[in-house]
């Protein structure tokens, strides 16, 4: 046999995965963009009959769902929940690790194991008592309150990351930057956070898609209020209350995977890394 | 510019002590060499001075001050590391600049110091490169640069010059030797590299098993080891160490053993009067084993009996080494017109005024 | 403009909430630097930088494990003690069982197909020029949301009675192929292979870019040695390539298994749970909201917790000692 031949399994079977991988999203993105009449009365792989004719296409259904059906709020208010559930972990599970890997105190490995054993830890456990704390606080339904639920949820993994990184820079650069007059203020900001730059936009893309994709912590904290409900409720609603207005679900599921898509897309390098790196998250 | 002093410091990581006890003043605008085999305590000195580590017991001054609680950036000091330890993510000049911004000095003032010490290590043109686009000499200068740049009260140096090839670590020796005479400053040097030792040091301090063995010049060192592990740690190769007896003959004091005797210079006489008919070592360096053929003039001598079992021709010298009749082994630096061939019987010659005796139990010198 | 000023509160928002944290630090840290005294500076400040994250650690997981487990031994409104009743009357509890039944499926199912397939994917996509391209395409998912997938798949598995236009692509391939149309969500018997395909779908990506690397990792010298010495194709996966990924197939599979234990956003979105496809983590919410069971709640968190921690502790050390052959 010819080695074209022998190779041609291998084509075949690659050519059908990635097919049939593809097609649930080229589905969703076709549907999106057609009529709401046309959606409901035919398949939307009725398109390729005629692909050409773009009087078939509109942006329509876009429009109505980021206002109408309150997509605009939900976009807006997962950027204000997803950008500090962000920031605020890296910053914090960054002192703390520099901390934990190059200062000096009493129980310092201990704590480190304490903190790497809280991992095991799934979510569900603590949301009743939290949600009483909530109510007695005040915190439910507030961006603070899903802010600091997602840092604290995301500490053990960021301080568990951040530290191997961080205790495996060289020593010497350390010591040098010690002796070169630098406190840990200036040692941490001009020293390792740059060099640690790789692993915190690891950490950090993992982050935000994470709580941006997150649905089941800003159901139990943020509750029904829709002035603060992130895409993920928004669209859930969507499928509760108007399940068959396929116009408006499509178009409202893809504009929730635009942002991933993009961060997918230009970072896709940290995205792997970082998909790898958060594969212990508990 | 200042003295460091340590008193009777120790250094112990949990059981295991690094440093027994030192004691060493270092006088202002000397080159101290600290030298020993790994593990000999001489990186952790270094590391007490430099803040990096806190002694157990004992202190630490420079100049007048106790500086045992004093953090590193306030030591006034600079140091050289083995591995450079440059900021991987500045540019040369970054680095350079790095400790004078943390002291808060002016760009104007930053930029004309940084010039200035780039110039004196030939940086100039290398300024704006990262480290990793620098060659390992382009490295070493840098890091080297980076510790005038400050004009610290003291240098620190560990190893700076281990990880370059042999022909530039020769350069870099000159380099080093001459910024101290410019800087006109203290420097404390840790190598495990005799040759660096003997070359660069004003004094030499070596160290053992966290003990100081003897601190001197380094013509001293040479000429008059205070104890066996001295003698034999500086001279490559090292010095031939022979078991024998020191015995009394017709108003003649010679050393014995069963291959060899060898009779002690006169004016020696009376420092080993009490060790006539005992035990003893003897040292003798290569470089005092002669080829009778090729003698210096004027040499008080004895004879060497052996089997040549291997030899290395250096070109300018020819190392051989010889089993002697009592199975005892030693190496002897001959003159490079020697034609001596392996599993030869010679007779060679030695000069008897250089003999160390050393005494069997104590291993110190007999002096 | 309504829209301008609801971008103006978002933003601002975002800066209180980023900027706050980092200049909480940076204020702690000054205040020490200026006010201790040298000699307690050095034991202070490694406190001040772990202060906010043993704060948060504590306030958000160890206290509410702690009072889970407490919970969990009291009623549903948390008034008086029931000791272990909670448990029994979970194992007890048809729908309890079904939830668990339904796991163990997924657990199975999602597992073994999106390991084996992520690995045959790796492998294959090793041997053609075009690798980055099907890479990507089966990548891609990962970056979608459960919700965005449920509704992708939604659309997929939609229903039209017999006889009218099928605008789901599954329904529209059967009925042209001459079949009877199905209602892929209702139908006890396939929805929750319907459900676990959705999961198949978003994982299968993950495995195959670890897996892919694992593969690569191998040295060509060994296949190369292997290949010298005999060994066919087949032989050369089976007998080199498997067993010098092992402990990355175990870290892959691990982690399957922790997210599937936990799977909620799915089966809420998708079936809310009805019609038989009910899972442990959609069972725990119905407690706590639909319920207001806080006890029963609690005491399926802690047999999550339970059931999490033995894998957990396998993932940790294999993700701490990776492969020895690297």
Known sequence: MPPWLTRTPVHLALVTLSLLWTLPSLGLLISSLRPPADVISSGWWTVFQHPFEFTQYSLENYRAVLSAAGMGQALLNSFTIAIPATVMPIAIAAFAAYALAWMEFPGRQWLFLAIVTLLVVPL?????????????????????????????????????????????????????????????????????????????????????????????????????TPTVAPLTITLTNLVGSRGQDWHLLTAGAFVTMTVPLLVFFALQRYFVRGLLAGSVKG | ??????????????????????????????????????GCGKTTTLRLLAGLDSVTTGDIYIGDRRVNELAS??????????????????????????????????????????????????????????????????????????????????????EPLSNLDAQLRVQARTEISRLHRELESTFIYVTHDQVEAMTMGTRIAILNQGVLQQIDRPEAIYNRPKNKFVAGFIGSPAMNFFDGALVEMADQLWFKSDALSLPLPPPTLPQYQRYVGQRVICGLRPEDIHDGRYLPPD?????????????????????VYLTLGDGQSCAARVDRRSTLALSDRVELTVNTAVLHLFDPHTEEAIS | MVVFSKIGMAVLAILVGSGGVVALFYGANALVERFAPGQFKGRILPWVYLAPALLLLLAYLVIPTVLTVYVSLLDARSQSFVGLNNYSSLFADPGMGEAFRNNIFWLVG?????????????????????????????FLPMAISFVGASVIWKFIYAFRPAGTAQIGLLNGVITSLGFEPVGWLVER???????????????TGFCM??????????????????????????????????????????????????????????????????????????????????????????????????AVIPIMVVNIREFRHPNPTR
């Open chain 1, 124 to 224: 569900q456990m603590t949301f009743i008592p939290l949600l009483r704390a909530y109510g007695n606080l005040g915190l439910t339904g507030t961006f603070a309150g899903v802010w600091l639920a997602h840092t604290g949820y995301s500490l053990p993994l960021g301080i568990y990351l951040l530290c191997n990184y961080i205790q495996a820079l060289p020593k010497d650069l350390v010591e040098a930057a010690a002796v070169d007059g630098a406190t840990h203020w200036a040692i941490f900001t001009r020293l390792i956070v740059p060099l640690s730059m790789p692993a915190i936009a690891s950490f950090a893309v993992f982050q935000f898609l994470w709580v941006w994709n997150d649905l089941l912590v800003a159901l139990v904290f943020l509750g029904g």
């Open chain 2, 1 to 38: 510019m200042a003295s460091v002093t340590f008193k009777s410091v120790t250094k112990c990581y949990g059981e295991f002590v690094a440093l027994r006890e030192l004691d060493i003043e270092i006088g202002d605008r000397e080159f101290l060499v600290f030298v020993g085999p790994s």
């Open chain 2, 73 to 158: 950036r306030d030591r006034d000091i600079a140091m050289v590391f083995q591995s450079y330890a440059l900021y991987p993510h500045m540019t040369v000049y970054d680095n350079m600049a790095f400790s004078l911004e943390l002291q808060g000095l002016g760009k104007g003032d930053i930029q004309q110091r940084v010039q200035r010490a780039a110039q004196q290590m030939g940086l100039e043109d290398l300024l704006h490169r990262k480290p990793k686009e620098l060659s390992g000499g382009q490295r070493q200068r840098v890091a080297v640069c980076r510790a005038i740049v400050r004009n610290p009260a003291v240098f620190l140096m560990d």
């Open chain 2, 299 to 319: 040499m008080v001598t004895a004879p060497l009996k052996g089997t040549i079992t291997h030899t290395e021709s250096m070109g300018h010298e020819v190392i």
């Open chain 3, 110 to 138: 999602v597992t073994g197909i999106s390991v084996s397939l992520g690995l045959l994917i790796a492998v294959l996509a090793d041997r053609v020029r075009y690798e980055p391209l099907p890479k990507t395409l089966i």
């Open chain 3, 189 to 203: 018997s396939l929805n929750n292979f319907a459900l676990i395909a959705i999961m198949i779908w978003l994982q």
């Open chain 3, 209 to 306: 870019v670890l897996l892919s690397a694992a593969v690569k990792g191998i040295p060509q010298e060994i296949i190369e040695a292997a290949r010298i010495d005999g060994a066919n194709e087949a032989q050369i996966f089976w007998r080199i390539v498997v067993p010098m990924i092992r402990s990355t197939i175990l870290v892959v599979s691990t982690t399957i298994v922790l997210l599937v234990l936990k799977v909620f956003d799915i089966v809420y979105v998708m079936t809310a749970g009805n019609q038989g496809t009910e899972v442990i983590a959609s069972r725990m919410f119905k407690e706590m909201f639909s319920f207001r069971h806080y006890g029963r709640g609690s005491a399926i968190a802690v047999l999550l917790l339970l």
